[in-house]
């Protein structure tokens, strides 16, 4: 839930998209079966397969129950990226242990070397791997 002023915000809509806000799975649930209702009332359906749950906090990392719209699941999201009002889900997990992994090669080749080179090192292998995913969303 979104605190605004004095009003709770749990349902922010925008064109063809709903974004749904709870702190919990149950409610979560809850209201994705309530949006299911409205929609059949309104002969409208929602796509499962266009639709992501994303859960922030320290419980992100938790493992979740699956959530249904209208008897289809719908998947966990690790991360969404909003480039020009398009939104975008992708798991930066890969990436981050890609760019970990280049950095600690280096480290463990690299121990002797002068600071400056190894900083260099850095920047020529491992800065890559993160640009390369940046620009796989733009």
């Not at 709870?22 to 309104?42: E, F, H, K």
């Not at 998947?75 to 760019?99: C, E, H, M």
């Not at 950095?103 to 121990?111: D, E, P, V």
Request: proline share 4%; aromatic share 10%.
């Amino acid at each position: 839930m979104f605190k605004y002023f004095k009003y709770s915000l749990n349902t922010l809509i925008h064109t063809d998209d709903v974004m749904l806000l709870c702190p919990s799975v149950t409610g979560l649930q809850y209201m994705l079966d309530v949006c299911v209702a409205t929609a059949d009332m309104l002969s409208l359906k929602f796509n499962p397969l266009k639709s992501h749950c994303l859960a922030i906090g320290k419980f992100a990392s938790v493992s979740l129950p699956s959530m249904q719209l209208d008897s289809h699941p719908i998947p966990w999201a690790s991360s969404v990226y909003n480039v020009s009002g398009r939104k975008l889900l992708f798991d930066i997990t890969s990436v981050k242990q890609s760019f970990f992994a280049a950095c600690n090669s280096i480290y463990a080749q690299a121990k002797s070397l002068d600071e400056t080179l190894h900083l260099s090192l850095q920047e020529s292998y491992c800065l890559p791997v993160l640009t390369y995913a940046v620009a796989g969303c733009a």
